[in-house]
């Protein structure tokens, strides 16, 4: 496993990836967001911090002997967890079918966030439980970038929001750094509108301007992958959704999106709030968040 060594304290950005519905895609997300981060020359630890009912282990396909739990337990330390994940992405398990841990309350939470700030990952994806409450809750209020997934459901946005409530509601100042990412869209338009509608009730009612990190298809390679436990990114770099992927990691990470030529693309930057199938214009325009969905502003209720 490729450890990065010991670096400046609070080195690592760490972005939560939450929901308030459960089984929208976080754990898929984390894991391919990661491994876009690592192909973008990060170095990457995806901390799945679902404890007992972790799923990155599974999704990558790797066994790792220890898990967050032991690291919680101080049976281990943070590095002797750490196992090497795909495509060269360091990965804490967070242990599956384990049910004595436990809980992760805000100091022991706190205390693994402080040992990873030792080491030197740029990027530390912490895929969360689903919900606000239990062991999410202090993961949460602990989180400085939170990355709320959702699907374009009303009851997952109306979750997202409950979210995203709890993490701008707390003290002035400490507010995290909020992204939104709506995942499982059948085209461009649906995933826009879910966006518009969810951004729209959470200027009103919470005063917070939501940023779209991405829109990603709904994609059957996706569901294959998880089948053959291969990460998407891995299995099919060029399906829709893993595209997608890559273009979040892009504007997660400031990378600029490489020039994309042809007839196509460029008709696709002119006219980009165009009905279009999501994933079919390339990474660089299939979740530009401030493209198309005019329409879904006007006259929504509350999620
Ligand atoms: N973009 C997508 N296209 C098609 N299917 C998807 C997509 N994203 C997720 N899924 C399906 O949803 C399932 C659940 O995804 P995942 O485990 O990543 O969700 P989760 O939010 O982590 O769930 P949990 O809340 O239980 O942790 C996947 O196994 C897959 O079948
Ligand atoms: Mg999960």
Known sequence: MAMPGPGPAERARAVLVASGKGGVGKSNLS???????????????????????????ILAGVTAPRHLGDVLLGRCTLDEAVVAGPAGVDLLAGGHGIVDLPPVDGLRWRHV???VARFGWDLVVIDGGAGVG???????LAAREVLV????????????????????????????????????????????????????????????????????????????????????????????AARAVTAMA???????TPATGGLLAYLTRLWPG????????????????GSGGAAARTGRGPV
């Open 31 to 57: 894991l391919n967001l990661a491994i876009a981060a690592r192909q973008l020359d990060r170095r990457v630890l995806l901390l799945d911090a679902d404890v007992g009912l972790g799923n990155a282990e």
């Open 113 to 115: 966030l402080g040992q």
């Open 134 to 140: 239990g062991a999410v809750r202090p993961q949460l």
């Open 149 to 240: 997934v959702t699907t374009p459901e009303p009851t997952a946005l109306a979750d997202a929001y409950a979210v995203i409530k709890l993490v701008t509601g707390r003290d002035p100042g400490s507010a995290p750094r909020l992204w939104v990412a709506v995942n499982q869209v059948r085209s461009r338009t649906e995933g826009q509108a879910a966006f518009d509608r969810l951004a729209g009730v959470c200027r009103r009612f919470l005063g917070v301007d939501l940023r779209c990190l991405g829109l990603v298809p709904f994609d059957p390679q996706l569901r294959e992958a998880v089948h053959r436990q291969v990460p998407l990114l891995l299995a099919a770099p060029h399906s829709p």
């Open 250 to 256: 892009r504007q997660l990470l400031g990378v600029p």
């Open 274 to 289: 165009r009905p279009a199938r999501v994933g079919n214009a390339g990474p660089a325009a299939a979740d530009s968040p």
